[in-house]
């Protein structure tokens, strides 16, 4: 399927296949029972995570269960005056490797995602956006850990400075909507923030189309 002029393999974009949709249907039909939480126990607190054991009993058997606890984060999709988008190449110590991502950060204590949009955007690109827009809201991985970021639509940007920390390594990339899906496409970008951004602002911004 072609999309903005890149191909994508169907059913992808722009609605759900007959089977997916059925799924979808029969997901949200169906009753569930929550387990019962008998226990949680704090094991470690960080700066930004704390990792909690969290004991559940089900059907009178009890499991224990890994949580990492997360404020939450935000992302955002900044788009130049010439329709470009700024995206990062940044080195994640985590995979040990570089990543091209939107930016992003951690929201501080007691921080509003949209002050923590406007605040990480302006330190890792150098830019301050004039005009910004909620996209939407996503859990990172809710398997295993409670974070929950807000992407947001950043336009109307305006050059200041970047206040990067110390051990961010980071190169700023422009790219336009099609370079952008077509790196998508050939599977460079594997950051999951970025990849449900995008697709937030397509949905968004096809909706004024």
């Given at each position: 399927m072609l999309y903005h002029g890149?191909?994508?393999?169907?059913?992808?974009?722009?609605?759900?296949?007959?089977?997916?949709?059925?799924?979808?249907?029969?997901?949200?039909?169906?009753?569930y029972v929550k387990p019962y939480t008998t226990r949680r126990r704090r094991v470690y607190s960080g700066k930004r995570i704390?990792?909690?054991?969290?004991?559940?009993?089900?059907?009178?058997?009890?499991?224990?269960?890994?949580?990492?606890?997360h404020r939450g984060a935000v992302v955002i999709v900044p788009r130049?005056?010439?329709?470009?988008?700024?995206?990062?190449?940044?080195?994640?110590?985590?995979?040990?490797?570089?990543?091209?991502?939107?930016?992003?950060?951690?929201?501080?204590?007691?921080?509003?995602?949209?002050?923590?949009?406007?605040?990480?955007l302006e330190e890792e690109t150098g830019f301050r956006a004039n005009r910004i827009t909620f996209l939407g809201a996503f859990y990172a991985s809710p398997?295993?850990?409670?974070e929950k970021l807000y992407a947001y639509l950043a336009e109307d940007l305006v050059r200041t400075e970047a206040r990067r920390e110390p051990?961010?390594?980071?190169?700023?990339?422009?790219?336009?909507?099609?370079?952008?899906?077509?790196?998508i496409a050939e599977g460079k970008i594997g950051d999951g923030k970025t990849l449900a951004s995008i697709l937030l602002y397509l949905e968004k911004t096809s909706k004024k189309d």
């Open positions: 890149v191909l994508f393999p169907s059913p992808y974009i722009p609605e759900l296949s007959g089977l997916a949709k059925t799924l979808y249907i029969g997901l949200l039909s169906q009753p704390s990792l909690e054991l969290i004991e559940l009993e089900v059907a009178g058997r009890k499991y224990v269960k890994e949580v990492v606890l130049l005056a010439n329709d470009k988008f700024l995206v990062l190449k940044q080195y994640r110590v985590a995979v040990n490797d570089w990543v091209i991502e939107f930016p992003a950060g951690t929201l501080e204590e007691g921080e509003k995602p949209e002050e923590c949009a406007l605040r990480e398997g295993y850990t409670s051990t961010e390594f980071i190169e700023t990339l422009e790219l336009s909507l099609r370079e952008l899906l077509s790196v």
